[in-house]
C-alpha cells in the first residue's frame, strides 16, 4: 500500500501548478495560495489518495472530489472540514484547522486546473509524420514546389520558426505578414481605365486600394465597375479540401528538417 | 443584505409610455404589429414579419430614426468579455423597447431610442459572455444573469420584483438566455461547460417565481438511451446546456429546443457512445416537462458543437401531404427538417461543406468520422469550433418558402491534450487552434437543402448578424465589414445597404409604430433604428 501511495504521489507531482484562475464560477471565492496548495497536495497524499485517487477525480473507494459539490462550495475549509469530521470511519486523520485549509488549497488548485483545461498544458507534439513523404508530397501531388523550395524561400525554415506547432499553423493558415507578396486588385469602372494596387479593403459596396504610386483610392462597387482580386493564398484555402491529417503530419515532418 | 436590495435604478424619467396594451397570452400567441414581444418576435422562431410598410420597392427610402448608445462600463463582475456588447435581441412590448447585456436591462421608448430606465445589480460571478434578452408578461419583466438568477423586473421602474436561483454558481453553471413565456410557465436555460455538469431546462411561475417542472438533458439511469453512455457517472456529468433560444407550437402544445455539446467537451475517450440527449433537438410538453421527442443532430460531438441553433416552425407539403416541420441550421454545418409532430426526419444534408461526417444514418443523423476527433498532434476538420453557425438567429419566409442562414465555412486544427497520468479527462481536454473562414448568406430550400441563392459576403471571414424576413419580400442582415443590408427575399439581390461603426452583434427586429415601420440592429454597444416614411 505503501508503495502505491508514493507512486501516485509521483503521478501527481507531474501536474503543473494553476496560476491563472478560470474565468467562470463565483467571484466570492479566496484567492488561491500556492503555497498552502503545495502543502495541501502532500498532507492529500499522504490522506486521502487512496481513495480519492492521484488527480482527486475519485477511485474504488472514494468520490470524486472535482464534482463535488461539498468541494465545490468550500470556502477555506468551511466545507470540508465539517464533511469530514462527520464521517470519520472513512476520514480518521485528525487534522487541524491549518491541515484543513491546506487541504482546501489543493483541491481549489484541482478544480482549477480543469476549469482551465482548454488551454494546453504542455508542448503539443505535431512531429508525428514521414518526413520523406512529405517531401515526395511536396514535389508532386502538393504542387508546393511551384511556389516554394528548400534552397529559396524556405531556406533556414526551421530556425525562423519556433516551434512544430507553429510551423504546422502556418502551413495550413498562411498569411502574407511576413511576406513581400500582397493580395492585388484591378478595379476597372465603368468609364475611364483599370487601376490596379495593393487590395486596403473590400466588402460588397466599396473596394480600395493603394497604388503602386502611393496614392490611396476607393470605388463603389455599382453595376458596371469590374473588380479582379488576386490572392497569392488563395490556392492554399482551396488545398484544405484536399489535405489529408496524414499528409499534414508528413509535410509538418518533411519542412521541419528545412536546417 | 440581499442583492435586490441594492438594486440600481436609474430613473430617466418616470415617464410611463402612452402603449397599446401589454403582452398578456393572446398577444403571444398573436404579436401585434406594434410589438417585437419575444426573443424571436413568435413562438415559431422564423424571425419573419407580416409587415410591408417598407418593401423591396420602397426600402431605400429607410432612413436614420434614432441611435441609443448603451451607457455602461461593461458587466459587473465574472470572467468573459469585458466589453458592452449588444448579443441579445431586443424585445418591444407597449411602446417600450427592452435590451440587455450582462447585469443590465435599459428600457428605451421605442419611438425615440430615448431611456426609460436602466436597471444593474452586483454580480457574483459567472461567465459574462453574452445575455439574450428579456421576456416580458403583464408588468413584469424576465431576464437571466450570469450568476444564475432569474430577475423578475417592474416594467415601469425596473424595481426588482423577486429573484430566484436557476443554477448553482458553485458548479460554475452561469445564464445568459433569453427567458420564453408560455401559458402560465417562464422557460429558462443554462449554460456553462467549464466543468462538467448536466444540463436541463426549467419552468417557473410567472408570479412568484416558483420552479414548475426541470428536465435533464440526459435520459433516466436505466433506460436505452442511458446505453449511449459508458456509465451513469460520464452521463450524470455530461453537459448539454440549454443557451439557445425555444420554440412553441400551441396546437401540439410542444416547446422545441436545441441540446448543447457533451462534457468533457473536446476529449470524449471517456464518454464513447452518442451521448444522448446532447447535441439533439428536443420536443417537451411546456406544463410538465416530459419528454416528447427527440433527433440528435451531432452524435457524440468532440467538437464544441452545441446544437442550441433555433429550431424554426413551419408548415410546409411533403410528398403531397401537408406538415407540421421544424428546421434547424446546426452549427455542425448540417441542415435538418423533422416533422415536429414526430420528430422523424424529413431532410438531412450540409448546407456548407464540412468534413467530419462519414454519411447519414438511416434516421437521419450524420455519422460521425472518428479520424476528425480532435487528434493529439492535430485534426484539420470543418466547421470550426465557432461551426457554420452559431447563437446569431435564422429566419424563414413563408412567402418565398426559404430558410435563411448567415453562414461560415471554416477550418481548424482540433488538438486533444493527453495525460497519460490522467485516466479521468474532465473539463475540455484540448481545443482548436489557427484557422481560414469565409461567410456568406444562404438561402435553402427546405425541400432538399440546397441552396436557391448565395450571397457571399467580400471580405467577411465570418459574421455574427441574425437575420430578420419580412412581408415585403425583404431579407435583413448583416456581414463581418460593418454592413446592414436588405436583400430581396426571393432572388437574393441587395437593395439598400447602412455602413454602421461596427458590424452586426444581434438579430434584427422591426415593429409599427404611428405608421412608422422600425427596423432595429445592435452593433457592439450601439441600437440603430431605421425608419421608413409614415405610411
Known amino acids: 500500500m505503501h508503495a502505491l501511495r508514493l507512486l501516485c504521489l509521483g503521478a501527481i507531482t507531474l501536474l503543473l501548478p494553476v496560476t491563472a484562475l478560470a474565468q467562470g464560477g463565483p467571484t466570492d471565492r479566496p484567492p488561491l495560495d500556492q503555497a498552502a496548495a503545495l502543502r495541501g497536495k502532500r498532507l492529500y497524499a499522504e490522506h486521502c489518495i487512496n481513495c480519492h485517487g492521484s488527480t482527486a477525480k475519485g477511485g474504488p473507494n472514494g468520490p470524486d472530489l472535482i464534482r463535488s459539490s461539498v468541494v465545490l462550495r468550500d470556502r477555506l475549509g468551511s466545507g470540508i472540514g465539517p464533511a469530514m469530521r462527520a464521517t470519520p470511519v472513512s476520514h480518521p486523520a485528525a487534522l487541524t484547522a491549518e491541515q484543513i485549509l491546506d487541504l482546501s488549497h489543493f483541491l481549489r488548485e484541482r478544480i482549477e486546473a480543469v476549469a482551465r483545461n482548454r488551454t494546453p498544458r504542455g508542448p503539443i507534439n505535431v512531429l508525428t509524420g514521414n518526413p520523406e513523404a512529405g517531401r515526395v508530397y511536396f514535389n508532386a501531388a502538393g504542387r508546393c514546389h511551384t511556389c516554394h523550395s528548400p534552397s529559396g524561400d524556405f531556406k533556414g525554415l526551421r530556425a525562423r520558426i519556433s516551434d512544430a506547432l507553429t510551423l504546422q499553423q502556418r502551413f495550413l493558415f498562411p498569411t502574407l505578414t511576413r511576406s513581400d507578396k500582397q493580395v492585388e486588385v484591378t478595379v476597372t469602372p465603368a468609364s475611364g481605365p483599370a487601376v490596379s494596387g495593393r487590395l486596403m479593403r473590400i466588402d460588397n459596396f466599396s473596394v480600395s486600394l493603394r497604388g503602386a504610386d502611393g496614392e490611396y483610392r476607393s470605388f463603389s462597387r455599382v453595376p458596371g465597375v469590374a473588380v479582379v482580386v488576386h490572392d497569392p493564398l488563395a490556392v492554399h484555402h482551396e488545398l484544405l479540401d484536399e489535405y489529408t491529417d496524414e499528409v499534414i503530419h508528413d509535410v509538418v515532418a518533411y519542412l521541419w528538417t528545412l536546417e | ?535
Open chain 2, 1 to 535: 443584505m440581499r442583492a435586490g436590495a441594492v438594486l440600481v435604478v436609474m430613473l430617466a424619467a418616470a415617464v410611463h409610455v402612452a402603449g397599446q396594451g401589454r403582452v398578456d397570452d393572446a398577444a403571444l400567441l398573436n404579436p401585434a404589429p406594434d410589438s417585437w414581444p419575444m426573443y424571436n418576435g413568435d413562438y415559431s422562431g422564423r424571425r419573419f414579419s407580416a409587415l410591408s410598410t417598407i418593401d423591396s420597392g420602397n426600402v431605400t427610402s429607410l432612413s436614420l430614426g434614432w441611435t441609443h448608445r448603451i451607457a455602461a462600463s461593461g458587466p459587473a463582475g465574472g470572467g468573459g468579455a469585458s466589453a458592452a456588447i449588444i448579443k441579445g435581441t431586443p424585445v418591444v412590448a407597449n411602446g417600450v423597447l427592452y435590451v440587455t447585456i450582462p447585469d443590465h436591462v435599459w428600457a428605451l421608448d421605442a419611438r425615440t431610442g430615448r431611456e426609460l430606465w436602466h436597471a444593474t445589480w452586483p454580480s457574483r460571478g459567472g461567465w459574462h459572455i453574452g445575455n439574450r434578452g428579456v421576456a416580458v408578461l403583464g408588468t413584469t419583466v424576465y431576464v437571466e444573469t450570469p450568476d444564475c438568477h432569474l430577475l423578475a423586473l417592474d416594467d415601469r421602474t425596473g424595481q426588482e420584483k423577486w429573484r430566484t436561483e436557476i443554477c448553482d454558481l458553485d458548479q460554475f453553471y452561469y445564464a445568459s438566455a433569453a427567458p420564453l413565456i408560455v401559458k402560465n410557465h417562464v422557460i429558462v436555460g443554462v449554460s456553462g461547460d467549464d466543468l462538467d455538469i448536466p444540463g436541463y431546462l426549467e419552468a417557473h411561475d410567472p408570479e412568484t417565481g416558483t420552479r414548475q417542472w426541470r428536465w435533464y438533458t440526459h435520459p433516466d439511469p436505466g433506460t436505452p438511451e442511458a446505453a449511449t453512455w459508458p456509465s451513469a457517472e460520464a452521463m450524470l456529468h455530461g453537459g448539454g446546456m440549454t443557451w439557445g433560444s425555444a420554440t412553441y407550437d400551441p396546437e401540439l402544445n410542444l416547446i422545441y429546443f436545441g441540446t448543447g455539446n457533451p462534457q468533457p467537451v473536446i476529449n470524449g475517450r471517456q464518454r464513447r457512445g452518442d451521448n444522448l440527449y446532447t447535441g439533439s433537438i428536443i420536443a417537451l410538453n411546456p406544463d410538465t416537462g416530459r419528454l416528447a421527442w427527440y433527433f440528435q443532430s451531432s452524435p457524440h460531438d468532440t467538437h464544441d458543437w452545441d446544437s442550441t441553433q433555433t429550431p424554426v416552425l413551419f408548415d410546409g407539403t411533403i410528398d403531397g401531404r401537408p406538415r407540421k416541420l421544424l428546421a434547424q441550421a446546426a452549427r455542425n454545418g448540417w441542415f435538418f427538417v423533422l416533422d415536429r409532430q414526430t420528430g422523424r426526419s424529413v431532410v438531412s444534408t450540409e448546407y456548407v461543406k464540412t468534413n467530419w461526417a462519414r454519411g447519414v444514418d438511416p434516421n437521419g443523423r450524420p455519422v460521425p468520422n472518428p479520424q476528425k476527433e480532435p487528434q493529439a498532434d492535430g485534426a484539420l476538420v470543418s466547421p470550426n469550433q465557432g461551426g457554420a453557425q452559431n447563437w446569431p438567429p435564422p429566419a424563414f419566409s413563408p412567402q418565398t418558402g426559404l430558410f435563411y442562414v448567415n453562414a461560415t465555412r471554416a477550418f481548424s486544427v482540433y488538438y486533444l491534450y493527453e495525460d497519460e497520468n490522467d485516466e479521468k479527462p474532465q473539463g475540455w481536454g484540448g481545443n482548436d487552434r489557427g484557422g481560414w473562414s469565409e461567410a456568406m448568406l444562404l438561402a435553402l430550400d427546405v425541400h432538399t437543402g440546397k441552396a436557391r441563392w448565395q450571397f457571399k459576403w467580400d471580405g467577411s471571414a465570418t459574421t455574427r448578424s441574425g437575420l430578420l424576413a419580412t412581408a415585403g419580400n425583404l431579407l435583413f442582415a448583416g456581414d463581418g465589414a460593418g454592413n446592414f443590408v436588405a436583400f430581396d427575399a426571393a432572388r437574393g439581390q441587395p437593395l439598400w445597404r447602412a455602413g454602421l461603426h461596427a458590424s452586426l452583434t444581434n438579430g434584427p427586429i422591426t415593429y409599427q409604430l404611428d405608421g412608422i415601420q422600425y427596423v432595429v440592429v445592435a452593433a457592439n454597444d450601439t441600437l440603430y433604428a431605421f425608419a421608413s416614411p409614415r405610411r
